[in-house]
């Protein structure tokens, strides 16, 4: 089982709606959880993280975290064609700093 | 006053030769780290510093050797390149968290390419 899971897409959704990207994770332990976007040949920049259960927003972003489920989505609303990316689900676990990052969710948005 | 760079943004290189990557960040992180982006666009880590000390070694060939002269800078030597070391690497630093929840911030990327 892959630490960090993510449906690889892509995503295609119009432009106006609400995109929702989904994410697991196996390790009960783990701390804290990121959403990382990356544009095409570019470095991940990071959109969103959470700790706490329950939903976090932040602009059009809104992160969701069910650790008794390990699952943890990103929404964007509104969903604009400059939010066409590659979006990384990142889990920060253990005593040393390591995250683990998922495979990614290619999202397209249709104008 | 870029906060994590890379050097060299490309690499193309013959099998058998020996390449570094360097990188250095800005921003007074403690940890650094150099994560490998294959093909199909998967973010795995490789090794991680806190201090200039190594704590993350994943199952990386002993081809691959970092060395971090100071908290600041974190690079990559590769031996023996092979046409599957083909790759971007990314490096990245954070800071030690308070409670738990941290952001990484990465360089631009080395595009590496065996032929």
């Known amino acids: 089982q892959k630490e960090v899971e993510q449906n690889s897409g892509p995503l295609s959704v119009p432009e106006g709606a609400i995109a929702s990207l989904n994410c697991t994770y196996s390790d009960r332990g783990s701390q804290s959880f990121f959403w990382y976007r990356q544009y095409s040949g570019k470095s991940p920049e990071l959109i969103m993280f959470i700790y706490s259960n329950g939903d976090k927003e932040d602009g059009r972003f809104t992160a969701q975290l069910n650790k008794a489920s390990q699952y943890v989505s990103l929404l964007i609303r509104d969903s604009q064609p400059s939010d066409s990316a590659t979006y990384l689900c990142a889990v920060l676990s253990g005593g040393y700093q390591k995250v683990t990052f998922g495979t990614g969710t290619k999202l397209q948005v249709i104008p | 006053d870029t906060a994590v760079s890379q050097t060299p943004k490309y690499l193309v290189t013959q099998m058998g030769n020996d390449k570094s990557i360097k990188c250095e960040q800005n921003?007074?992180?403690?940890?650094m780290y150099w994560y490998k982006q294959d093909s199909k666009k998967f973010l795995k880590i490789m090794f991680s510093?806190?201090?200039?000390?190594?704590?993350i070694n994943e199952t990386v060939p002993n081809r691959f050797s970092p060395k971090s002269p100071d908290k600041a800078h974190l690079n990559l030597h590769i031996n023996s390149l092979e046409l599957g070391d083909s790759a971007v690497y990314f490096c990245a630093s954070s800071l030690v968290p308070m409670q738990g929840a941290t952001e990484a911030f990465f360089g631009q990327g080395t595009r590496l390419t065996v032929v």
């Open positions: 921003l007074g992180h403690d940890t």
């Open positions: 510093y806190n201090n200039k000390e190594l704590i």
